[in-house]
């Protein structure tokens, strides 16, 4: 079944117009929602929708208002909101590239796929997406759907176009206000080398399927085992970590319990700061043994 697109115009670069329609990367998986229920007769709670001094109204006496005043609103109807002229509504102008890395993180919002419209669309959309990737850059714009502004980044992404939606700069906190009070600790070398070799050990390439949401699962299994009236089934917990105070020893177990996960003989894996061969204290120990044998 094809997906429904979320929203359907142009990209414009200059005076090349490209017609494309965008779908959503993401997808909701089986979430577990509750209801609120009320406990002594096991029925659902229910909202109604009340003006005071009125009572209950039907949804269509609603409109949007905006307080100018306090409890003095202006009103506006779905059709005036539809009909304000914004040319973001239906063309997505790239007014500008910066580098794939130059934004920050924390600015993306949500992504998209990008679509050409249809075949006849193709050439210009490939022509887009591979000076993209060629250049390196992000392509910057903005747009409306569903009667909110965003600003967009549109990359190469494989063989076709991704957006992400951004915050505006309003939206962000500052790093440097959020982090202010953080001691100026600066650590000893070596609790910085033993971290690094830890990182190392657990490098690896990314694969979201490595990852499940345990959380979920545990949910489902308690409203299934309550719904069966049977005991709770109890899920494998994660080993505890050992209350250890002393860093630079919490660290060194650390590495040593990750020995076995690590690429080849981790006696022979080199210090990440000097890059000289560690060996280990039993292979020194032999090796001595060895010598007053002989």
């Known amino acids: 079944m094809a997906v429904r697109a979320y929203w359907s115009g142009h990209l414009r670069l200059s005076l090349v117009s490209i017609p494309v329609q965008i779908i959503p990367a993401t997808k909701s998986g089986a979430k577990i929602s509750f209801h609120q229920v009320h406990k002594p007769s096991g029925s659902r709670v229910r909202y109604q929708k009340v003006v005071p001094g009125v009572g209950p109204v039907e949804t269509d006496e609603i409109v949007k208002g905006y307080e100018v005043d306090k409890g003095r609103y202006v009103l506006l109807s779905d059709k005036e909101i539809d009909e304000v002229k914004l040319e973001a509504k239906k063309t997505i102008d790239l007014v500008q590239f910066v580098g794939l890395h130059e934004i920050d993180a924390v600015y993306f919002d949500r992504p998209y796929f990008v679509l050409p419209e249809d075949d006849g669309d193709a050439e210009a959309y490939v022509v887009l997406r591979e000076a993209l990737r060629k250049t390196k ?15 967009v980044a549109i990359k190469a992404c494989g063989d076709g176009l991704m957006m992400e939606t951004l915050r505006y700069a309003d939206e962000v906190k500052r790093a440097e206000s959020a982090f202010k009070d953080i001691p100026g600790v600066k650590p000893e070398a070596d609790l910085i080398g033993l971290a690094e070799e830890l990182i ?82 039993k292979s020194r120990s032999t090796s001595r043994n060895r010598r007053k044998a002989a």
């Open 137 to 151: 850059k992000v392509a910057l714009g903005q747009v409306v759907i569903r009667g909110k502004g965003y600003v």
């Open 200 to 281: 190392e050990r657990k490098s690896k390439k990314f694969d979201a399927s490595n990852f499940k949401n345990s959380y979920e699962e545990a949910l489902k299994e308690l409203i299934e085992a309550k719904a069966e009236h049977r005991q709770v089934r109890q899920v494998e917990e994660a080993p505890q970590a050992s209350n250890v105070v002393d860093l630079m020893e919490a660290l060194r177990r650390s590495v040593g319990k990750g020995e076995k996960s690590g690429k080849g003989n981790a006696s022979a894996r080199k210090h990440p700061k000097t890059g000289r061969s560690r060996t280990s204290g």
